[in-house]
Antibody, heavy 122, light 112 residues
């Protein structure tokens, strides 16, 4: 059974930093591209970032480019999202989602974690 | 960016009746490999999203066959043949053909 467990969320001041983690199990992590998706309170889903299975390919939505960095440690089956220069508008529930369709397949979103809440506020 | 427009925003449905959600994209979602990367997700209240349909019309394992997806190019539809109480929630379409990946705004399905 695929399991994705996010952690690392919390309350941070504007301009601050936070690192999210997503521990994966139940599938061959290194063979799967991964995504981060966020959902602001009461709002819809927004794709944030994706990374290839090897980690060599990374992609970002424009609003986080230069501020967020996606990475992974395939030896630990863990996905990360390093967030810096955080803004109030980054407040959201952050989900990781798998793509068990290949290392360079980004269309899956076949399994999702339960999310970790990031609140940016002074 | 590819804009995904869903309609309606809200869909009150009588139990046992059909429901249909439209999703239109601002650009064709046909990729160079010939596939169309259009997914549908269900988000029940208080839960994480769950994929229902991938590549327009492929139903995920465990998804009831009352759910079906169709469409091509820029126009797509999710249909529920007979709505059940457990179908209440918000439904999203999402395109994964072009970067950045984008979601529709969501359609809230509720029981009349």
């Amino acid at each position: 059974e695929v399991q994705l467990l996010e952690s690392g969320g919390g309350l941070v001041r504007p301009g601050g930093s936070l690192r999210l983690s997503c521990a994966a199990s139940g599938f061959t992590f290194s063979n799967s591209a991964m995504n981060w998706v966020r959902q602001a309170p009461g709002k819809g889903l927004e794709w944030v970032s994706a990374i290839s299975g090897s980690g060599s390919g990374t992609y970002y939505t424009d609003s986080v480019k230069g501020r967020f960095t996606i990475s992974r440690d395939n030896s630990r089956n863990t996905l990360y999202l390093q967030m810096s220069s955080l803004r109030v508008e980054d407040t959201a529930l952050y989900y990781c989602a798998s793509n068990i369709c290949g290392s360079d397949c980004y269309s899956g979103f076949d399994s999702w974690g339960q999310g970790t809440l990031v609140t940016v506020s002074s | 960016d590819v804009v995904m427009t869903q309609s309606p925003l809200s869909l009150p449905v009588t139990l046992g009746q059909p429901a249909s959600i439209s999703c239109r994209s601002s650009h064709s979602l046909v990729y160079s490999d010939g596939n169309t990367y259009l997914n549908w997700f269900q988000q029940r209240p208080g839960q994480s999203p769950r994929r229902l349909i991938y590549k327009v019309s492929n139903r995920d394992s465990g998804v009831p066959d009352r759910f079906s997806g169709s469409g091509s190019g820029t126009d797509f539809t999710l249909k529920i043949s007979r709505v059940e109480a457990e179908d209440v929630g918000v439904y999203y379409c999402m395109q994964a053909t072009r970067w950045p990946l984008t979601f529709g705004g969501g359609t809230k399905v509720e029981i009349k």
